[in-house]
């Protein structure tokens, strides 16, 4: 049973509430955000830069059926966005990539995935006119991606900085690239604004109506190998977790007051696994 931990033996303060357990994705190294979504916007990453859900996001059955475990963006003009006060954490022009899984129930003229900075000088993405993806409205990048998700269906969507090309795949398949021809293109985000997940901005015409899933964040460019490796992850819900505090969830929070072991033994029907955290 390969899983991957999302906190290791660590040193926290007396009393801190520390989420241990295991990632629901299947790429962690240099993980910075993570949000799987489920019906909330709590970061499972070690940064633990939990979102703000505003308007009427609620919890959806995800690809694998699971209740409350996508976020639906509903299809109407009422002001509702999930905020992610990200900004402190990255600048500069390093690599990145961003996965994230989406159900499109409808395209309206400009939906947008997420956005990332200001616009026009941030990182946004989405499907334009219904044919095309789009960055900035394509004023800092041309390319040939043409993919556009299908409606009503899953798809696993990435989106990779490497040098001074972005790529775009989806459901483990290069779908093409772009590339710079102006000087906003190095920045991963604006120094000064949130990320905004499910519009692009604060007109109904950027809003995301669908459902999303597993919202992930790397400060790295994602070999194929491991997009592959994300596309395939497993639902490791339906694992049996017994945590020697009694919970039998994938996570726990805990806060020990004193020097504390927990102990958990997984099964998934044929094998099982005994581990620890410190």
């Not at 954490?89 to 159900?103: A, E, M, P, V």
């Not at 044919?131 to 998700?149: D, I, K, Q, R, W």
């Not at 021809?181 to 604004?193: I, Y």
């Amino acid at each position: 049973i390969n899983l991957n931990r999302i906190q290791n033996d660590t040193t926290i303060s007396c009393g801190e509430l520390v989420t241990i357990g295991y990632s629901s994705i299947s790429v962690t190294d240099q993980l910075k955000l993570h949000y799987p979504m489920n019906g909330n916007a709590v970061d499972y990453s070690s940064n633990k830069v939990d979102g703000v859900i505003t308007g009427s996001i609620s919890g959806v059955l995800d690809r694998f059926g699971n209740t409350a475990g996508a976020l639906n963006f509903p299809n109407s003009t009422t002001s509702r966005t999930l905020i992610i006060d990200s900004v402190a954490l990255f600048n500069g022009t390093q690599d990145f990539t961003y996965s994230f899984w989406i159900r499109p129930a409808t395209f309206t003229r400009y939906p947008m995935w997420f956005r990332n900075g200001k616009w026009g000088s941030g990182h946004n993405f989405g499907v334009r006119n219904n044919t095309t993806l789009t960055m900035n409205g394509n004023t800092v990048g041309s390319g040939t991606v043409s993919f556009v998700p299908t409606l009503n269906n899953w798809s696993h969507m990435v989106i990779i900085r490497k040098g001074d090309s972005i790529s775009q795949w989806s459901n483990g398949l290069f779908r093409g690239n772009y590339t710079a021809n102006n000087s906003n293109w190095g920045n991963p985000f604006s120094p000064s604004k949130p990320m905004y997940i499910g519009s692009g901005d604060a007109t109904s015409d950027t809003y995301f109506r669908g459902d999303m899933d597993e919202f992930a964040y790397y400060d790295k460019a994602l070999n194929q190998a491991e997009i592959i490796a994300l596309y395939q992850s497993p639902d490791l819900t339906k694992n049996n977790y017994l945590w020697s505090t009694g919970e039998t969830t994938l996570t726990i929070d805990v806060s020990p007051i004193v020097t504390t072991t927990y102990y958990v033994t997984i099964t998934d029907g044929i094998a099982s696994r005994a581990d620890s955290v410190t």
